[in-house]
C-alpha cells in the first residue's frame, strides 16, 4: 500500500526554524516526484514545495522562496521541508503528496494519490 507519513510540526515563534519530514512506503520514492502543500484555517490547500526525486530537481512557491528548503534521501525513502526564517502566516496542516512530473519542461504537475493526515506548524510568538 502506498503511503506518505509527515512529521516534524510543532509550536515555533516568528524567525525560528522546523524540519519537516515524510516518510514513503510502498513505492519507490525515486521514481516520483513529491510536492509539500499546507493548508492554513479557513483558506484552500496550497503548493509550497516540489521535489523530483529522480534528479533533485526542486521548485518554491515565490512566498517561501529563500527561506525553505526541499530535500530528498532516496535511500530512506524520505523527503524533508527545512524551514528557516518563519512567519506568522506560514501557520497550518503540512503535507505531502506525489505529483505529476513533466519531464519536457522539468516541473512538478497536480498531485494524485492518497494523503496523509499532515503535521501542524505554528507560528506565533
Known amino acids: 500500500q502506498m503511503q506518505l507519513v509527515e512529521s516534524g510540526g510543532g509550536l515555533v515563534q516568528p524567525g525560528g526554524s522546523l524540519r519537516l519530514s515524510c516518510a514513503a512506503s510502498g513505492f519507490t520514492l525515486a521514481n516520483y516526484a513529491i510536492g509539500w502543500f499546507r493548508q492554513a484555517p479557513g483558506k484552500e490547500r496550497e503548493e509550497v514545495a516540489c521535489?523530483?526525486?529522480?534528479?533533485?530537481?526542486?521548485s518554491y512557491v515565490a512566498s517561501v522562496k529563500g527561506r525553505f528548503t526541499v530535500s530528498g534521501d532516496n535511500a530512506k525513502n524520505m523527503v524533508y521541508l527545512q524551514m528557516n526564517s518563519l512567519k506568522p502566516e506560514d501557520t497550518g496542516v503540512y503535507y505531502c503528496?506525489?505529483?505529476?512530473?513533466?519531464?519536457?519542461?522539468?516541473?512538478?504537475?497536480?498531485?494524485?494519490?492518497?494523503w496523509g493526515q499532515g503535521t501542524q506548524v505554528t507560528v506565533s510568538s
Open positions: 521535489i523530483n526525486n529522480g534528479d533533485g530537481t526542486t
Open positions: 503528496a506525489r505529483r505529476v512530473w513533466y519531464g519536457n519542461s522539468a516541473r512538478c504537475g497536480p498531485a494524485f494519490g492518497s
